[in-house]
């Protein structure tokens, strides 16, 4: 027999419509992922716990705390109904390509300012600050800059995209100022394992040193039109690249600079959970796990 957990595999609309079609089933869903042991006071950690049924509430036998299960969440202080907010996520998660905040307002028949929010509120929650460092084969290039622009659109545009990908595995990205060579290296450093087998990257001077004795560093010359020598490319991570063009011209139409970061944390989300059948539940788990994000964050000059 199939278990309330397995039909969460491969989230789908009609199975959102019908698991979480009520504020009531939302809640439920959110109290098992914030509490797989129990309900549990937020403020003293307390587990013996009142249900306030008719308020959806509960109350902390020993602090008097009266909480609910969005309490210090980012579902908290908002006025989207829950329903919205796991469609907001279905959506997000959903779409290869992302989905702009123009097309959430029409999707979910809120205002523009509200999709906007809620979805960056979303990208904050999925951002993986504790990654496993990548190894075995990388590939790492950068895109933007001057070296190599993103299209006419990006003219002038300084902010460059870094990013590597384990072949076959994980991505990690994100927005660098200058593609010196400490920052590439730095970016390389932070982001793979001492004893990666290999880095393929492209032949520019700024990579040189990469090697060393567990390491081995090989490069193609893309500014002779070298991209493949045998093992040897960046395809990997070229791939991630024209989605993330694809995404800008077909869903975000412009990113501002100040949100790149934000939209990488997305990708780099959706690209590493693209094998996995459960990505609707652990960004839900994610989400009400996560700080919230105060508004004048989003907003504040970057
Ligand atoms: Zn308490």
Same mark, same amino acid.
């Given at each position: 027999?199939?278990?309330?957990?397995?039909?969460?595999?491969?989230?789908?609309?009609?199975?959102?419509?019908?698991?979480?079609?009520?504020?009531?089933?939302?809640?439920?869903?959110?109290?098992?992922?914030?509490?797989?042991?129990?309900?549990?006071?937020?403020?003293?950690?307390?587990?013996?716990?009142?249900?306030?049924?008719?308020?959806?509430?509960?109350?902390?036998?020993?602090?008097?705390?009266?909480?609910?299960?969005?309490?210090?969440?980012?579902?908290?202080?908002?006025?989207?109904?829950?329903?919205?907010?796991?469609?907001?996520?279905?959506?997000?998660?959903?779409?290869?390509?992302?989905?702009?905040?123009?097309?959430?307002?029409?999707?979910?028949?809120?205002?523009?300012?509200?999709?906007?929010?809620?979805?960056?509120?979303?990208?904050?929650?999925?951002?993986?600050?504790?990654?496993?460092?990548?190894?075995?084969?990388?590939?790492?290039?950068?895109? =933007?800059?001057?070296?190599? =622009?993103?299209?006419?659109?990006?003219?002038?545009?300084?902010?460059?995209?870094?990013?590597?990908?384990?072949? =076959?595995?994980?991505?990690?990205?994100?927005?660098?100022?200058?593609?010196?060579?400490?920052?590439?290296?730095?970016?390389?450093?932070?982001?793979?394992?001492?004893?990666?087998?290999?880095?393929?990257?492209?032949?520019?001077?700024?990579?040189?040193?990469?090697?060393?004795?567990?390491?081995?560093?090989?490069?193609?010359?893309?500014?002779?039109?070298?991209?493949?020598?045998?093992?040897?490319?960046?395809?990997?991570?070229?791939?991630?690249?024209?989605?993330?063009?694809?995404?800008?011209? =077909?869903?975000?139409?412009?990113?501002?600079?100040?949100?790149?970061?934000?939209?990488?944390?997305?990708?780099?989300?959706?690209?590493?959970?693209?094998?996995?059948?459960?990505?609707?539940?652990?960004?839900?788990?994610?989400?009400?796990?996560?700080?919230?994000?105060?508004?004048?964050?989003?907003?504040?000059?970057?």
């Amino acid at each position: 027999m199939k278990t309330s957990a397995d039909k969460e595999s491969k989230m789908n609309l009609p199975k959102l419509v019908e698991m979480f079609g009520s504020d009531e089933k939302c809640r439920a869903r959110l109290v098992k992922l914030r509490w797989p042991d129990g309900v549990t006071c937020p403020r003293c950690n307390c587990k013996s716990i009142s249900t306030i049924a008719e308020r959806a509430q509960y109350d902390c036998n020993e602090c008097r705390y009266q909480f609910s299960a969005t309490s210090g969440t980012i579902f908290h202080d908002s006025h989207l109904p829950l329903v919205k907010w796991f469609m907001a996520i279905f959506l997000m998660t959903e779409s290869k390509k992302g989905i702009s905040a123009l097309q959430m307002k029409r999707t979910l028949g809120v205002a523009y300012q509200t999709a906007w929010h809620h979805c960056h509120r979303i990208r904050s929650a999925v951002r993986d600050a504790n990654a496993e460092l990548l190894r075995g084969i990388v590939d790492e290039t950068y895109v =933007g800059g001057k070296v190599r =622009g993103m299209g006419r659109g990006y003219r002038g545009n300084k902010a460059i995209a870094i990013g590597a990908v384990q072949r =076959g595995g994980k991505i990690r990205l994100q927005v660098i100022h200058h593609a010196s060579k400490t920052v590439l290296h730095k970016f390389i450093a932070d982001n793979t394992a001492p004893d990666t087998e290999a880095i393929y990257t492209d032949e520019l001077p700024a990579y040189t040193g990469l090697a060393d004795a567990d390491t081995v560093h090989e490069t193609v010359n893309h500014g002779k039109e070298e991209w493949v020598r045998g093992q040897v490319h960046t395809n990997g991570i070229e791939s991630v690249w024209s989605l993330l063009k694809r995404s800008i011209i =077909g869903a975000f139409h412009r990113v501002s600079m100040k949100h790149l970061d934000a939209y990488l944390d997305e990708l780099e989300h959706r690209f590493n959970n693209r094998k996995n059948e459960f990505m609707f539940r652990d960004t839900l788990t994610k989400l009400v796990n996560a700080a919230k994000l105060p508004y004048r964050e989003l907003t504040k000059a970057a």
